[in-house]
């Protein structure tokens, strides 16, 4: 077993390696099933992503990838496919609740063709 110190440099190495592939546009995540993913890595075969939710709080989700990283290293360190997949549900999950914040502001405040509010204000078409 490696040090921790390693396991986290080496865990960090793998998010960043993640993260440039995401931002050059190299991966695409493809959701399967609500706890399943493909990620394509350029012209490579996909590598499939699971993720097994943990009974235990303590415990924490159980990822996998079909990658041989994450097999002969998993799961003390997460490869660049799962971090792939965990970057962008984060993103995901922080544009979403801004979405239906922004869709539920629409929703209840009709606005009036013509003015705006009770201000006397038109608007220009």
Known sequence: MQEPQDLTQAQAERT??????????????????????TVKNGDKLPYVVSLKTSQSESVGNDWTCTCMDFQQRGPHILCKHIEGVRLLEAAQNRITPIKEKENQMNDSNPVNEGSLGDHGITKVH
Do not use: S
């Open 16 to 37: 960043e390696r993640a993260r440039a592939a995401i931002l050059a546009g190299i991966f695409l995540v493809t959701r399967i099933v609500p706890q399943q993913w």
